[in-house]
């Protein structure tokens, strides 16, 4: 299950890269990526932080030993998770509710890596340690990209192409203006067909 993990967090940075520098055809492979990633942490977070294997996970017998405060534990950490990794989604994109998806996935990490810091001190488990690992890692990049300004983004991904940070800049300026942002879709769709 930790290697599906990592192969799935591979891939998504490798997906973003990619969205970042602009490559045909990055924009849906990144979202497809960031989605699966974040619907791992949902759906097989349970799994993962319980040291599950996926093909052990309808056998009861694997479950033999595992509290119920740790299995609860761990469906909260992977909807944590899940949650922030949506916001990264949305915070790459540019979409609307970003900054709050992100803040709110790091509110809940923030608890959790509390209730984890504190049983793992009491109980040196390694089922702590982990949820620890990854809610402090995903909160360090949450907290970036909320530090991070949206134009500091479209700078970094539309580098080669000036007219269309100008045009963005001016439909940020005046945010109720439908010329301003058709102009920007315009000129996207300049980029993104080559023209």
Not at 19 to 32: D, E, K, Q, R
Request: net charge positive; aromatic share 16%.
């Amino acid at each position: 299950m930790r290697y599906l993990e990592i192969g799935l967090f591979v891939l998504s940075i490798f997906s973003l890269s990619c969205f970042l520098i602009n490559w045909p055809g990055a924009a849906l492979v990144s979202t497809l990526q960031l989605t699966t990633l974040s619907s791992f942490y949902f759906y097989l977070g349970f799994a993962l932080f319980n040291n599950i294997g996926f093909s052990k996970i309808f056998n009861k017998t694997s479950y033999k030993g595992i509290s119920k405060l740790k299995i609860i534990g761990a469906i909260s950490t992977g909807i944590s998770l899940s949650i922030l990794v949506i916001g990264i989604l949305f915070k790459m994109k540019g979409w609307p509710g970003a900054k709050f998806t992100i803040m709110f996935g790091v509110f809940l990490s923030f608890i959790i890596s509390v209730i984890a810091l504190i049983k793992f001190i009491n109980k040196k488990s390694y089922y702590y340690k982990f949820i620890l690992s990854r809610t402090i890692f995903f909160i360090t990049i949450g907290i970036f990209l909320v530090s991070i300004p949206q134009m500091t983004l479209i700078k970094i991904k539309y580098k080669n192409h000036p007219k269309y940070i100008k045009l963005y800049e001016n439909a940020l300026q005046n945010p109720d203006s439908e010329e301003a942002w058709r102009k920007v879709h315009e000129e996207e769709e300049k980029i993104i067909n080559g023209r």
